[in-house]
């Protein structure tokens, strides 16, 4: 038949959210691809399951309801499986019914009670050799209809097995036994007898295409679709019942045979992990979905490939028995791990998104697989970047998963995973920022905690492409990087970071301490308070050493207009201040791009005067003007003037500076008095100090001082360079 014949069937009744709907589509497709019309293909279009196959409408509808023969799924490993102590009511029932639809039940539930007698079984295998004879006898003795149900169900191995978490504990979830409830809703439709019931066509038409069926059976559905599972607030009133369609459960089963069975045997000889499964990784805590307390007792996530070209069955066989996603040389183990592997491109081509879904512990002892999102596929450049943190997170992971340790590390655990998840789905230098703040919030953790500090190899040492990616041209961005980038130019004394984090810098390499140096001066207290207290050390440093120039260059010169807006109270100094202690971590180097300034501030008269006279006293450059030098000398009573919030002080003591090197100061007459030109309303003594920790351009800096000091224009130079 030529493809230009075959029909578009919509299923709207299959989406790819929740789980039970997913893998009722995949259900769908393979009974009929196997068992009615090899053509038959399968996508996802606008969120919902589209057919396309020789069948029309009313056909698939007929071929489902009169001759779909049900895999034999059943579970003689199981103690809830009815085999014992003798053959269970429910099998009974198809083991002695005459349809011919069931004949490989029959078959199954036979060979299956000839394996049990073999071994003289007359109660449940107990665990350990026992049961790992039964298993072992069964995969070689039972009919081949039946073996892809056991591969899907259990793993085995050498001398042990396991189950995937899609099935629970080898086709048991709790107290529910899957092949159980799956024999009954055979039973309840009527594929024991020659027709099926009345209803099972409207079930069927629901189940298929979403249309209103009234009648809903009230039996458990388990973990896979936790909106019919009942339970209190499902509906009117404070408790209601489980709703279900049990043609909803026969076509996931079927469509779990499909999923998981294809891997079952390539990984029968390894060692079992999450990670081994077809797109099955380990949980992590991220967004705000899901608890970092969820997570220790998840039972993994499960990332559902979506595709909008129509795929046969046997190219989504080949997907879902590859099931594996890389990033780097590696193989994604957890939800992070798969979100970059995503963003890397490292998954097959074709996947247009993923629907995630967590299986995480409710109700006591029941796993419910919760959707975590919708995670389109495309490309993030930079996401290679995070694979210079990998190692370093490797302690971070471990106390994170330890109930002794402080939640706080948790917490900073689920942000940075969040993070990389939110810059995975969505990119951009935004989110890449995010990053940054997230890994600032580690710090600010370790630094709390001296004991937790030895695990970890000092700070990580990011390449300079960081700032670059997570340039979201924020004022915040730009004052933290200029924050970060500060350096002493006589090569005396540390970075910024020795005093922001709890670190010992020697020979280049900054390692945490075990206690609480000196040079560490950040407190709890509000960003323009600390950074006032670190340029109070650096001047201390720079007296106590005699320096030729303060210590207060950067690689990454602040403009004006950021810097007002920090002295205005208008920048988010909570991100301003995550963002510079991340910043921490990414090397600095010197480039001749990084002299930023040289538009500075258009109009100067905009710029409070008390700034303009103060800032210049902090440079760290020597300054020249109408041949008078203004060296670079620690103004420790400026500074502890304005820290006392006394703002007049410190404009007096700034004049008396100019004065002293024959300089007459703007606003001032020759006896130090302040005109109502050098008025101070509306600035903040405390965040003017913490301004003057902004390095300026040299440009920027020759603007202040021709504000402030009464020199002609043409008369006022500076050194060149950045200051």
Same mark, same amino acid.
């Given at each position: 038949?030529?493809?230009?014949?075959?029909?578009?069937?919509?299923?709207? *009744?299959?989406?790819?959210?929740?789980?039970?709907?997913?893998?009722?589509?995949?259900?769908?497709?393979?009974?009929?691809?196997?068992?009615?019309?090899?053509?038959a293909?399968?996508?996802?279009?606008?969120?919902?399951?589209?057919l396309?196959?020789?069948?029309?409408?009313?056909?698939?509808?007929q071929?489902?309801?009169?001759?779909?023969?049900?895999?034999?799924?059943?579970?003689?490993?199981?103690?809830?499986?009815?085999?014992?102590?003798?053959?269970a009511e429910?099998?009974? %029932?198809?083991?002695?019914?005459?349809?011919?639809?069931?004949?490989?039940?029959?078959?199954?539930?036979?060979?299956?009670?000839?394996?049990?007698?073999?071994l003289?079984?007359?109660?449940?295998?107990?665990?350990?050799e026992?049961?790992?004879?039964?298993?072992?006898?069964?995969?070689?003795?039972?009919?081949?209809?039946?073996?892809?149900?056991?591969?899907?169900?259990?793993?085995? %191995?050498?001398?042990?097995?396991?189950?995937?978490?899609?099935?629970?504990?080898?086709?048991?979830?709790?107290?529910?036994?899957?092949?159980?409830?799956?024999?009954?809703?055979?039973?309840?439709?009527?594929?024991?007898?020659?027709?099926?019931?009345?209803? =099972?066509?409207?079930?069927?038409?629901?189940?298929?295409?979403?249309?209103?069926?009234?009648?809903?059976g009230?039996?458990?559905?388990?973990?896979?679709?936790?909106?019919?599972?009942?339970?209190?607030?499902?509906?009117?009133?404070?408790?209601?019942?489980?709703?279900?369609?049990?043609?909803?459960?026969?076509?996931?089963?079927?469509?779990?045979?499909?999923?998981?069975?294809? =891997?079952?045997?390539?990984?029968?000889?390894?060692?079992?992990?999450?990670?081994?499964?077809?797109?099955?990784?380990?949980?992590?805590?991220?967004?705000?979905?899901?608890?970092?307390?969820?997570?220790?007792?998840?039972?993994?996530?499960?990332w559902?490939?979506?595709?909008?070209?129509?795929?046969?069955?046997?190219?989504?066989?080949?997907?879902l028995?590859?099931?594996?996603?890389?990033?780097? /040389?590696?193989?994604?183990?957890?939800?992070?791990?798969?979100?970059?592997?995503?963003?890397?491109?490292?998954?097959?081509?074709?996947?247009?998104?993923?629907?995630?879904?967590?299986?995480?512990?409710?109700n006591?002892?029941?796993i419910?697989?919760?959707?975590?999102?919708?995670?389109?596929?495309?490309?993030?450049?930079?996401v /290679?970047?995070?694979?210079?943190?990998?190692?370093?997170?490797?302690?971070?992971?471990? +106390?994170? %998963?330890?109930?002794?340790?402080?939640?706080?590390?948790?917490?900073?655990?689920?942000?940075?995973?969040?993070?990389?998840?939110?810059?995975?789905?969505?990119?951009?230098?935004?989110?890449?920022?995010? +990053?940054?703040?997230a890994?600032?919030?580690?710090?600010?953790?370790?630094?709390?905690?001296?004991?937790?500090?030895?695990?970890?190899?000092?700070?990580?040492?990011?390449?300079?492409?960081?700032?670059?990616?997570?340039?979201?041209?924020?004022?915040?961005?730009?004052?933290?990087?200029?924050? =970060?980038?500060?350096?002493?130019?006589?090569?005396?004394i540390?970075?910024?970071?020795?005093?922001?984090?709890?670190?010992?810098?020697?020979?280049?390499?900054?390692?945490?301490?075990?206690?609480?140096?000196?040079?560490?001066?950040?407190?709890?207290?509000?960003?323009?308070?600390?950074?006032?207290?670190?340029?109070?050390?650096?001047?201390?440093d720079?007296q106590?050493?005699?320096?030729?120039?303060?210590?207060?260059?950067?690689?990454?010169?602040?403009?004006?207009?950021?810097?007002?807006?920090?002295?205005a109270?208008?920048?988010?100094?909570?991100?301003?201040?995550?963002?510079?202690?991340?910043?921490?971590?990414?090397?600095?180097?010197?480039?001749p791009?990084?002299?930023?300034?040289?538009? *500075?501030?258009?109009?100067?008269?905009d710029?409070?005067f008390?700034?303009?006279?103060?800032?210049?006293?902090?440079?760290?450059k020597?300054?020249?003007?109408?041949?008078?030098?203004?060296?670079?000398?620690?103004?420790?009573?400026?500074?502890?003037?304005?820290?006392?919030?006394?703002?007049?002080?410190?404009?007096?003591?700034?004049?008396?500076?100019?004065?002293?090197?024959?300089?007459?100061?703007?606003?001032?007459?020759?006896t130090?008095?302040?005109?109502?030109?050098?008025?101070?309303?509306?600035?903040?003594?405390?965040?003017?100090?913490?301004?003057?920790?902004?390095g300026?351009?040299?440009?920027?800096?020759?603007?202040?001082?021709?504000?402030?000091v009464?020199v002609?224009?043409?008369?006022?130079?500076?050194?060149?360079?950045?200051?």
């Amino acid at each position: 038949m030529n493809r230009i014949d075959m029909n578009r069937i919509e299923l709207a *009744g299959c989406r790819p959210d929740p789980l039970m709907s997913y893998l009722k589509a995949l259900g769908i497709l393979r009974i009929l691809t196997s068992q009615k019309d090899p053509l038959a293909r399968g996508a996802w279009v606008d969120g919902l399951f589209v057919l396309t196959s020789s069948l029309t409408k009313e056909e698939v509808l007929q071929f489902l309801l009169e001759e779909y023969q049900p895999t034999p799924i059943t579970s003689p490993w199981n103690g809830g499986s009815g085999y014992y102590p003798t053959l269970a009511e429910i099998l009974c %029932q198809i083991r002695d019914s005459k349809s011919p639809r069931l004949e490989p039940f029959r078959q199954t539930i036979q060979s299956a009670m000839d394996v049990i007698d073999s071994l003289g079984l007359v109660e449940k295998p107990q665990p350990g050799e026992q049961k790992q004879q039964l298993l072992q006898k069964l995969r070689v003795k039972m009919p081949e209809c039946f073996l892809p149900w056991m591969d899907a169900a259990v793993v085995l %191995q050498q001398d042990s097995f396991s189950g995937p978490p899609l099935l629970g504990s080898g086709g048991n979830d709790g107290r529910l036994e899957f092949s159980v409830n799956f024999m009954n809703r055979l039973i309840s439709l009527g594929f024991q007898q020659p027709r099926l019931e009345t209803k =099972a066509k409207s079930y069927l038409a629901n189940s298929l295409f979403g249309t209103p069926c009234a009648d809903l059976g009230d039996m458990a559905v388990g973990q896979f679709n936790p909106g019919r599972a009942g339970g209190p607030n499902n509906t009117q009133g404070f408790e209601g019942n489980s709703l279900d369609n049990p043609f909803d459960f026969l076509f996931m089963m079927e469509g779990v045979v499909l999923f998981t069975g294809t =891997a079952a045997r390539k990984l029968a000889s390894q060692d079992y992990s999450v990670s081994k499964f077809p797109f099955t990784m380990q949980s992590v805590a991220a967004e705000a979905s899901v608890e970092a307390a969820d997570t220790r007792e998840a039972k993994g996530e499960l990332w559902l490939p979506l595709w909008s070209s129509a795929a046969s069955l046997t190219e989504i066989s080949y997907l879902l028995n590859e099931g594996r996603a890389d990033f780097g /040389d590696k193989a994604a183990r957890s939800g992070v791990d798969f979100a970059r592997a995503i963003a890397s491109l490292g998954v097959d081509r074709g996947i247009d998104a993923f629907q995630r879904m967590g299986f995480l512990k409710r109700n006591g002892l029941s796993i419910l697989v919760t959707p975590l999102g919708l995670f389109p596929v495309r490309e993030q450049k930079e996401v /290679d970047l995070i694979r210079e943190l990998d190692r370093w997170f490797y302690p971070l992971r471990k +106390l994170a %998963q330890d109930d002794k340790s402080p939640t706080r590390f948790a917490t900073a655990l689920k942000g940075w995973d969040t993070s990389v998840m939110a810059y995975c789905r969505q990119g951009g230098s935004a989110r890449f920022s995010d +990053l940054i703040t997230a890994l600032g919030d580690i710090f600010s953790c370790l630094a709390k905690g001296p004991k937790y500090r030895e695990n970890f190899r000092g700070l990580p040492r990011l390449s300079p492409l960081w700032l670059t990616a997570a340039d979201d041209n924020t004022p915040e961005y730009r004052l933290a990087r200029s924050l =970060a980038g500060m350096y002493d130019p006589n090569l005396k004394i540390g970075p910024m970071a020795l005093h922001a984090l709890p670190l010992k810098y020697s020979t280049g390499k900054a390692d945490w301490s075990t206690g609480f140096p000196l040079d560490y001066t950040w407190t709890a207290g509000p960003l323009a308070q600390n950074l006032a207290l670190v340029l109070k050390r650096r001047l201390i440093d720079a007296q106590r050493k005699n320096m030729e120039l303060l210590p207060l260059a950067t690689f990454f010169p602040a403009a004006l207009d950021d810097v007002m807006l920090f002295l205005a109270g208008s920048t988010d100094d909570e991100r301003l201040e995550r963002l510079m202690r991340g910043m921490l971590a990414i090397r600095q180097q010197w480039e001749p791009q990084n002299l930023p300034g040289k538009e *500075g501030n258009k109009d100067l008269n905009d710029i409070p005067f008390a700034f303009s006279m103060i800032r210049p006293l902090f440079a760290s450059k020597v300054f020249e003007i109408h041949g008078t030098e203004i060296p670079s000398k620690p103004q420790s009573e400026v500074l502890v003037s304005l820290m006392a919030a006394d703002l007049p002080k410190a404009l007096d003591l700034a004049s008396r500076r100019f004065r002293h090197l024959g300089l007459t100061p703007l606003g001032s007459s020759r006896t130090g008095k302040h005109s109502s030109y050098s008025d101070v309303a509306g600035v903040n003594p405390l965040r003017l100090a913490a301004s003057c920790l902004f390095g300026l351009s040299s440009r920027d800096l020759n603007g202040l001082l021709y504000r402030v000091v009464r020199v002609p224009k043409e008369q006022l130079h500076t050194i060149p360079g950045e200051v």
